[in-house]
């Protein structure tokens, strides 16, 4: 499967963005679906997941609270808003698909990678 993640952009804090990531195939129901962020200097952390028919998410603590995943599986599409932006929330955010059955966070569970969209929140 590919992935296209879009989105992104410069917003000031307290504002808000949605970030979408375009999936091709056929088997896009499949696969939970997750979000990652990667800031400069730092490792790729988790965001939010959703499973495959968006029953069940999960979300970093961080953003819990602030950031609503969901998907549209006629459009193989999942979505990020992100609400309440904060300057710490300054990074490029890449999306991401995994082959199981059950939500997952690692970055080594997940199988396909999307190329990444920046996300640069000003204060």
């Known amino acids: 499967v590919q992935l296209q993640a879009s989105g992104g952009g410069l917003v000031q804090a307290g504002g808000s963005l949605r970030l979408a990531c375009a999936a091709s195939g056929r088997t896009f129901s499949y696969y939970v679906m997750g979000w990652f962020r990667q800031a400069p200097g730092k490792e790729r952390e988790f965001v939010a997941a959703?499973?495959?028919?968006?029953?069940?998410?999960y979300y970093a603590d961080s953003v819990k609270g602030r950031y609503t995943i969901s998907r549209d599986n006629a459009k193989n599409t999942v979505y990020l808003q992100m609400d309440s932006l904060k300057p710490e929330d300054t990074a490029v955010y890449y999306c991401?698909?995994?082959?199981?059955?059950?939500?997952?966070?690692?970055?080594?569970?997940?199988?396909?990678w999307g190329q990444g969209t920046l996300v640069t929140v000003s204060s």
């Open positions: 991401a698909a995994a082959m199981v059955r059950r939500v997952v966070t690692g970055v080594p569970e997940y199988d396909y």
């Open positions: 959703i499973n495959w028919n968006g029953g069940s998410t």
